[in-house]
C-alpha cells in the first residue's frame, strides 16, 4: 500500500501555470506506476498522464500533450505535473494514483487538489 498526498493545486488564469504534487509514502516506489487523473463537475474521472517510476518513462492524455509535463523526484518520492497554457476545461480536481507496473488498475488514490482556471 502506498499512501499519496497531492498539494499545489489554486486559481490560475487562463494561459497560466501551475504546478501540482504527489508525496508518496508507505513503500519502495520502484515498482509503481505513478499517475495524475482528473475529474471536473459531471464528468468522468480522465487519464492526464503518467510515469513508470524507475525508468521515467512517461505518456499523455492527447488533450494535455505539449502542455503539461509530468516528472518525479526519486530523492522525494514526490511526482510533479507541471501545467503550461492552461485552458478553462482543464479545471478539476487532479488525482494522484499509483499501481504496480504488473497491475491494470491504479489501486492507490490521493484525496484530490483542485485546480481551477478563470477565463
Known amino acids: 500500500q502506498v499512501q499519496l498526498v497531492e498539494s499545489g493545486g489554486g486559481l490560475v488564469q487562463a494561459g497560466g501555470s501551475l504546478r501540482i504534487s504527489c508525496a508518496a509514502s508507505?513503500?519502495?516506489?520502484?515498482?509503481?506506476?505513478m499517475g495524475w487523473f482528473r475529474q471536473a463537475p459531471g464528468k468522468a474521472r480522465e487519464f492526464v498522464s503518467n510515469?513508470?517510476?524507475?525508468?521515467?518513462?512517461?505518456s499523455y492524455a492527447d488533450s494535455v500533450k505539449g502542455r503539461f509535463t509530468i516528472s518525479r523526484d526519486t530523492a522525494k518520492n514526490t511526482v510533479y505535473l507541471q501545467m503550461n497554457s492552461l485552458k478553462p476545461e482543464d479545471a478539476a480536481v487532479y488525482y494522484c494514483?499509483?499501481?504496480?507496473?504488473?497491475?491494470?488498475?491504479?489501486?492507490?488514490w490521493g484525496q484530490g487538489t483542485q485546480v481551477t482556471v478563470s477565463s
Open positions: 494514483a499509483a499501481r504496480l507496473i504488473t497491475s491494470p488498475n491504479y489501486n492507490n
Open positions: 510515469i513508470k517510476w524507475s525508468v521515467g518513462l512517461t
Open positions: 508507505g513503500r519502495t516506489l520502484s515498482a509503481l506506476d
